[in-house]
Structure formats: C-alpha cells, structure tokens
C-alpha cells in the first residue's frame, strides 16, 4: 500500500480539499503512475456535487490522466519504469462478456468500473485522477506517443478525446459530410477539431457569440448562434450528423430540425435534469434518429490517441493548480474555460509540504 495524497468531496455541498488515502502495492497485472497532468471534465462536476444521484463519498474526481510509470507487476509486458502512460475513464471491466469481447467495455454487461466512483454493481469505491499517483489494469492503460511537450494538452483526450472520437467515428464522420457540434466547451471543441481531421464539412452550434472566432481556428467552416432562430433556420434539413456535448437541459427540436432525411443526433452531454421530450414529428417524418454514445473502449481511446498524434491534435488548455479547482468548477458552469482546465499535479506538493 502506499499513502497518496488527493483532493476529494466528502459530500455534494462541501468543496474538493486535500484528502490521503491508500493506493494498492501493484499486482503482478498493474502499473503504476505518478500522475503529471489531469484534466477538469464537467463529470468530475456532476460527481463532486452528486448531481447523477450515484456519488460515493469521498469522492475523488478526474479520468483524463497523464503521467509516468514508476513501477510495474511481473506479469507487465508493455510498460516499463519511466514510460509515459494514459489513464482515461476506466479501469476495469468483466472482460468475457460480448461488448468487453468486442473492445466496447464501457458497455461491459457486468459493469465496468470507473477510474473514479467506479463500482457499478458493488466493491470498493475508486479513486481518480486528481492525486499523486494511481494503480492500474495494464489492460486499461494507453500508450502516449505524442511529443513530450504537450503533454498537459493530451491530458483531455483521455475522456473529451474518445467521448467525441467514438460516436464520429461510429456514424462514419468525413469527406462529403455535413456534421454539426453542439457545445463548445471540453467535449465540443475536440469534437470540432477532431471532425474537421476527418475532413467533415463542421458547423459549430454556440450559445457563446464571442466564441465564433474559436471555432472557426480549432476547424468549424461555419458558427452559429444557436439562440437566434434566424440563423437556424439558414442550416435547416441540411446536416447527417450532429453531436450534442451540451452539458444542460435544453430543448432538443431546434436541433433535430437541422438534420436531413436519416440524420442522427447524438448526445454526449449527460445534464442533472432530463431535456424536455421532443416533438415526434421531427423524428418521423425525415426518419431522424436521436442516439447517444458513452466514452469509447480501451482498443478505440488507444486508436484516438494514435490519431490525434499523427493529425498533431491537442485540447486547447488552461493550466491550473489543485488549490483552484473549486474556483475552476465555477468558471465551468459559467462556460469560462478556453476550452479544458488541466491541473499541474506539481501544485500538491504544496498541500504535501503542509500537512
Ligand atoms: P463543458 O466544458 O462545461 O462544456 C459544455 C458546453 O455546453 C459549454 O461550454 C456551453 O457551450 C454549453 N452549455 C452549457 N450550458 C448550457 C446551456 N444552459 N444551454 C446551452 N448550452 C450550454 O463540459 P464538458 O466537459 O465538455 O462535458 C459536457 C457534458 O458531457 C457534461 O454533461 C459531461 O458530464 C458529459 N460527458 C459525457 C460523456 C459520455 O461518455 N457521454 C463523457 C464525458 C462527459 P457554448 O458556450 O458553446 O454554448
Ligand atoms: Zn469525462
């Protein structure tokens, strides 16, 4: 066992404050990561404050993880001491049953477990990423293979990377396609980055006009404020994709009117209350599909990092120390974040230095 500092909730109302708890020695199967970087995911947010209704406490929010290996068990084939490693949204899973088969363990059918609030169906809370250090399935660990400089800038892909890869990837996003990204905060602005890759035609959906210029630099051909009907109504029956990242309730119809005969409209974006049900007259008469999709497997987020290397991808970040994290969680509800906070896990040592 070693003794790990973290910053936890120990409940929904308090705010994250310094907090050790136990790491397990590394088994034959496990590496073991001294975490450099972690990013700031809006679920992190919905943990801390129980808004899902599933929080463990203490919980110890964050699964975009990079860092480097200080030590690995006997069985380890793939890391060795001094790597540098990837931990995104899981670690664990039943691995037998058909999706964990396939490489889609985020649909294990007997639960996987998170990085952080893991177990689905019982078992011992799991701690994530906003710590000095963290024990993981070799099975479940990402090879980086991007430049070492950018390393707090990977961090994101971990989770908004793959949670945007994954559905663009499964309802063929590229050459030809018209595709619109809802949202331009973590999730939506590697959603608009990693669409363009592809060589999809992007339009980015706003409710942030002064973020227009963004999202024509990170890729989008076209913004639009997606409060002013006029400007919807340019794009109307026109797209074969979009992809929700809205971290809210809205009202979905403005947007499923946008898609074309059999477009799809996937949501990525889990809000704490429901989006209200829409109109079926959208979804019947041009047979729309409204879909949604949950991270992505172990094979597909190593696949997404390859990607995002070889089409040089990174999030655009801002860099903070633990002790901001609470501040930097307000600043995400207001959508003030340019476009994913990534915390230099070196700022624990201060609180290490303290206690
Ligand atoms: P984020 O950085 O806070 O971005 C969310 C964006 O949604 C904001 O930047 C904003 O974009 C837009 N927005 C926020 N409030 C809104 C409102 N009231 N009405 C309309 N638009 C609003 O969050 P994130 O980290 O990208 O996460 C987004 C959501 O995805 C969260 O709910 C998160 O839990 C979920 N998530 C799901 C998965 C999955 O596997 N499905 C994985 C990770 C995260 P504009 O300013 O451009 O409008
Ligand atoms: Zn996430």
Redesign the pocket.
């Known amino acids: 066992m070693s003794k790990t500092l973290t910053y936890a909730a120990q409940n929904a109302s308090d705010t994250l404050k310094p907090y050790a708890i136990e790491r397990r020695a590394p088994n034959a199967d496990d590496v073991q990561i001294e975490i450099l970087y972690c990013g700031?995911?809006?679920?992190d947010?919905?943990t801390a404050r129980n808004e899902w209704q599933n929080t463990l406490f203490p919980s110890v929010p964050g699964h975009e993880i990079v860092g480097r290996v200080s030590a690995v068990g006997s069985a380890v084939t793939r890391f060795k001491v001094g790597d540098l490693a990837g931990v995104g949204?899981m670690v664990d899973s039943c691995q037998h049953c058909a999706p964990c088969a396939e490489g889609d363990e985020?649909y294990c059918e007997n639960g996987f477990t998170g990085t952080y609030n893991g177990p689905v169906f019982g078992g011992e809370n799991t701690y994530g990423g906003y710590s000095e250090r963290i024990v993981v399935k070799e099975a479940f660990v990402l090879r980086i293979s991007h430049d070492e400089g950018d390393l707090a800038a990977v961090a994101p892909l971990l989770?908004?990377g793959i949670?945007t890869y994954s559905p663009l990837s499964h309802w063929k996003v590229g050459p030809g396609k018209k595709v619109g990204i809802?949202?331009?905060?973590?999730?939506?602005?590697m959603g608009v980055k990693i669409a363009a890759a592809m060589g999809a035609h992007v339009v980015?959906?706003?409710?942030?006009p002064n973020?227009r210029e963004d999202g024509l630099r990170l890729g989008a051909k076209e913004v639009v404020v997606?409060k002013d009907p006029e400007q919807m109504q340019a794009h109307s029956n026109s797209l074969d994709f979009i992809l929700n990242?809205?971290?809210?309730?809205?009202d979905l119809d403005p947007f499923l009117n946008l898609l074309k005969r059999d477009g799809t409209m996937t949501?990525?974006?889990?809000?704490e209350h429901p989006h209200p049900a829409p109109t079926v007259f959208n979804l019947i008469f041009k047979r729309r599909s409204l879909a949604?999709?949950?991270?992505?497997g172990i094979r597909e987020t190593q696949e997404m990092l390859d990607f995002c290397a070889t089409h040089n991808l990174v999030s655009d970040i801002e860099m903070i120390d633990i002790q901001s994290i609470n501040e930097a969680y307000e600043r995400?509800?207001k959508?003030d974040?340019k476009?994913?906070f990534v915390i230099d896990m070196a700022s624990l040592k201060k609180d290490a230095a303290a206690a």
């Not at 980015?204 to 942030?208: A, G, M, Q, R, V």
């Not at 990242?245 to 809205?250: E, G, S």
């Not at 949501?267 to 809000?271: F, I």
């Open positions: 700031v995911c809006h679920s947010l919905h949204c985020q989770c908004a949670t809802v949202g331009l905060g973590g999730l939506g602005h980015l959906f706003t409710t942030s973020k997606s990242t809205v971290a809210a309730q809205h949501l990525v974006g889990a809000p949604g999709s949950l991270i992505g995400m509800l959508s974040v476009y994913r």
